[in-house]
């Protein structure tokens, strides 16, 4: 691993690029990420965008305080103020930032990244919104940064805002039009279990809380809801407790997963359905992001039901960059991501869940038949090939496959009348990752195998 080095007030500290990812800034703590990367970054992102102030929140992970020490003192030497949201929720920020007249703001976490990994989430004031900032974009600054010390030491102000978003998001919905059900909420030792006992105080569903103890050792199971078994013991209480249905979080609570009342976890592409029923039940023609490996249902059925779906690469900061462009009321992802426009654009699991809390109010029917209904096609679950050349399989997929209709907004998308599939390169490793989706299961498996032997073959 070849590491840069980065001169700032007559020393030299040591930068690894592999940090600086296509969305934000990961990696493990201390060997990749640690103080003098975080001080740095700080100084940098700064001078960047020119901050006079900077809101800054941190999650639970053992090394966020510790980061955030580090941080606060980078920006404040730039002669930037530090407002200290303390330990909170990511979409926090983008809620601060969208709300008030902030340079920026920066969020100290490693979202459902295992417990030695550490990060930075990256955001910058614009007009009434915000812009992500890019991980590589800030690298390239970095690498050229001719940092001189500032005259002025900015301050820092402790700020606690949760009730102030909890009330915010509550104000978009009529609450009375929740029943109240009993459901089990699954934070996974992480930052939903700081806004999640507020929502008892507004409305009367019952709230069975799992792992509401925020710890960042993640002693329950991984932070990952969508990590093999991960889901097993909020399934195994929905059963128990016969609850009607239940949610459960990643670390930083910035994505949400829906689980049945027979413990199964709900597709994304259903949960994004879902979401997109209520806003088109208030506006006719309202635009819906969905991303290039969502099922053919999520398109078909917006359209079906007067709305306009508008199709994006696969990634959070892609899907709300298409979702502000193309004026949408929101967009979702597989990953469990919905940004929404009455939250400044920004990813919301809070939104989420008040917006299913009420669909799923309306429709009297249990989750499972919900899911039942909007689930079209049969689809398998990604595939990812470990390859040396990812260009030249794409070629040969191309070539292969060239009687079908293809696109290439994100990989090679290759549709037919009954199947399709996405084949798209990682942007991090060296992976293809395989979606596929066919109108029975029979030819699921058949193609999928096809695919897969091709791949295999080159």
Known sequence: MTKCRQKCYNNYIMIDPEIFRSYDIRGIYPDQL????????????????????????????????????????????????????????TEMIYFVVGSNNYSGGIMITASHNPKEYNGLKLVRKANSNFLIVR????????????????????????INLIKDYVDYISSFFDLKETKPFKIVIDTGNGMAAKIIPLLEKKISV????????????????????????VTQQISKKIIEERADFGFIFDGDADRIFLIDEK???????????LLAKYFLQKKAGA??????????????????????????????????????ESNAMMGGELSGHYCFKDNFYGDSSLMAL??????????????????KELTLYSKASEINFEVEDKDLILNKIKEKYSSGRQ??????????????????????????????EANKKELLEEKKKEITDFISSL
């Open 34 to 89: 640690n103080e003098d990367t975080a001080y740095l970054i700080g100084k940098v992102f700064v001078n960047y965008i020119k901050a006079k102030e900077l809101a800054v929140g941190y999650d639970m992970r053992l090394s966020s305080p510790v980061l955030f020490k580090a941080l606060r003192k980078g920006i404040t030497e730039a002669g930037c103020n530090v407002y200290d949201l303390g330990q909170v929720p």
């Open 135 to 158: 991980g590589q974009d800030i690298y390239g600054k970095i690498k050229r940064a001719t940092i001189a010390p500032s005259r002025t030491k900015g301050k820092i102000k402790k």
């Open 206 to 229: 019952k709230i069975i809380p799992l792992n509401f103890k925020i710890d960042g050792n993640f002693p329950s199971h991984p932070s990952n809801p969508l990590e093999e078994s």
């Open 263 to 273: 413990g199964n976890l709900v597709g994304s592409d259903v949960t994004i359905l």
């Open 287 to 324: 635009g819906i992001v969905y991303n290039t490996i969502c099922s053919k249902s999520v398109p078909e059925l917006v359209e079906k039901w007067g709305g306009n779906a508008v199709k994006s690469k696969v990634g959070f900061v892609n899907v709300r960059e298409k979702a502000i």
């Open 354 to 371: 008040f917006i299913l809390l009420q669909v799923i109010s309306k429709a009297e029917k249990k989750v499972s038949e919900l899911a």
């Open 407 to 436: 696109e290439y907004l994100d990989g090679v998308t290759v549709e037919y009348d009954d199947w399709y599939f996405n084949l798209r390169p990682s942007n991090t490793e060296p992976l293809l990752r395989l979606t596929i």
